[in-house]
């Protein structure tokens, strides 16, 4: 019973994948069909082949597809793609070293060889589609402007409170070194005035010294006068 479980798995697995490789195919010819850098696109008595025009390669002629499969894709993003699919293909006759000369228009019809199912949709679709499909992904999960805002310019805020603080705290420590330094001279002016005074009382004191001993000379003076009379 065990064995018959497996085998039906296993035949189901199989089954299911050549019908995710038919299906891929098929939709990689749509693709072909509809892409912006392909004029002409026909299917071949040649099994495996196909003919192709290009818009702006220099190409006509026979694309021969060398192998093709399907992949498990994880669904990181949650986007509903669980499965890529790949088409390697060959146009034959033309050199690789000469395709290098249309890099850019060659690049862009390469990527549609390159495919992904939409589980959700039960479709292939292809890599721009994939792209976009990200993109909205993306944005669908971005905050708000204002926070996007916050979050973009949040280092630039930082440094301009820093900068605030920082030219504040300097304003503040100048502030204060000015008011410092002008109770300092203050102090200066009221010891210096009270050393004036000081001395001005010291010589007052020797003047009334001065005064009083004339006095005394004097009342001694006029006392000995008045013993001779």
Do not use: C
């Not at 034959?92 to 862009?108: D, I, Q």
């Not at 992904?116 to 402007?145: C, G, K, V």
């Amino acid at each position: 019973m065990k064995w018959l479980l497996l085998a039906v798995l296993a035949l189901t697995s199989t089954t299911s994948f050549s019908q995710d490789r038919e299906s891929l195919l098929k939709a990689w010819e749509n693709i072909q069909r509809q892409h912006s850098e392909v004029a002409k696109f026909d299917t071949s008595e040649t099994p495996g082949e196909y003919t192709i025009k290009f818009e702006q390669i220099p190409f006509e002629g026979n694309l021969r597809v060398l192998v093709y499969g399907v992949e498990e894709f994880p669904d990181i993003y949650g986007g509903g793609i669980t499965k890529t699919g790949y088409v390697e293909v060959e146009l034959v006759g033309m050199a690789s070293e000469e395709l290098t000369k249309y890099g850019r228009p060659y690049y862009k019809w390469l990527q549609s060889n390159s495919l992904f199912f939409d589980n959700s949709a039960q479709l292939w679709i292809s890599a721009e589609e994939y792209s976009q499909l990200q993109h909205e992904l993306a944005e669908s999960a971005m905050p708000s402007n204002t926070k996007m805002f916050f979050w973009e310019y949040s280092n630039y805020i930082l440094v301009a409170i820093v900068l605030y603080f920082f030219i504040t705290s300097f304003g503040n420590n100048k502030k204060m070194k000015l008011s410092i330094e002008a109770q300092k001279r203050a102090e200066e002016k009221i010891n210096e005035s009270i050393k004036t005074q000081h001395v001005a009382l010291e010589e007052a004191k020797q003047q009334t010294e001065l005064l009083r001993e004339i006095r005394d000379s004097l009342a001694k003076g006029m006392h000995n006068e008045g013993k001779h009379t």
